[in-house]
């Protein structure tokens, strides 16, 4: 009975011979070397690199695209409440020096105009007194006037708004010249 128990194994493996290890078949490996494989593996994570990095840069390209149409969008809108605000001005120079509520109300309007199109990024520019600037002003007229140097803007008829580098609106100026 001792050698019932004893277990033996199947005859198919036992007369296999050395077992081999699955790694080492050239079968199970495609018939690659080692270094084959390492060549793929350094390959295939260059590309994932690459491909991260251009999402990476696709996703900024995207924001910064979305922001510069939100500043394009809100310039447009400004530049459309320009005349609104330029009507308001007339209204309140046509007036001249009356004070009636109405005159009143016209000129807390046309400041609130102001204020708003400074809150969007076009604050409104005072430009008497600066050297004129073709690409900040536009000039209307030229006067001879012996208190201002040459070239220097003395009267505004149209204010320009926004700031340097991001111009709403040129200013319509008078500009001084040599008397």
């Given at each position: 009975m001792a050698e019932q128990d004893v277990a033996r194994p199947p005859d198919d493996v036992a007369d296999a011979g050395p077992q081999k290890r699955q790694e080492d078949d050239?079968?199970?490996r495609g018939g690659r070397s080692d270094?084959?494989?390492?060549?793929?593996?350094?390959?295939?994570?260059?590309?994932?690199r690459r491909t991260a990095a251009?999402?990476?840069?696709?996703?900024?390209?995207?924001?910064?695209?979305?922001?510069?149409?939100?500043?394009?969008?809100?310039?447009?809108?400004?530049?459309?409440?320009?005349p609104v605000l330029d009507n308001l001005e007339l209204a309140i120079a046509h007036a001249g020096?009356?004070?009636?509520?109405?005159?009143?109300?016209?000129?807390?309007?046309r400041e609130q105009a102001i204020a708003v199109l400074?809150?969007?990024?076009f604050p409104r520019r005072d430009d008497v007194g600066r050297p004129f600037d073709p690409s900040h002003?536009?000039?209307?007229?030229?006067?001879?006037?012996?208190a201002?140097?040459?070239?220097?803007?003395v009267h505004v008829a149209r204010p320009g708004y926004g700031?340097?580098?991001?111009?709403?609106?040129?200013?319509?100026?008078?500009?001084?010249?040599e008397r």
């Open positions: 050239p079968e199970v270094a084959e494989w390492q060549a793929q593996v350094e390959e295939m994570a260059d590309r994932w251009d999402l990476d840069n696709y996703r900024k390209r995207v924001s910064r695209d979305a922001a510069q149409a939100r500043e394009d969008e809100r310039a447009r809108v400004a530049a459309q409440w320009l020096a009356e004070s009636g509520s109405v005159i009143d109300g016209i000129r807390a309007v400074a809150g969007l990024g002003h536009e000039a209307v007229a030229t006067v001879a006037d012996a201002a140097p040459p070239g220097t803007v700031p340097d580098d991001r111009l709403l609106r040129p200013a319509s100026v008078v500009v001084a010249t």
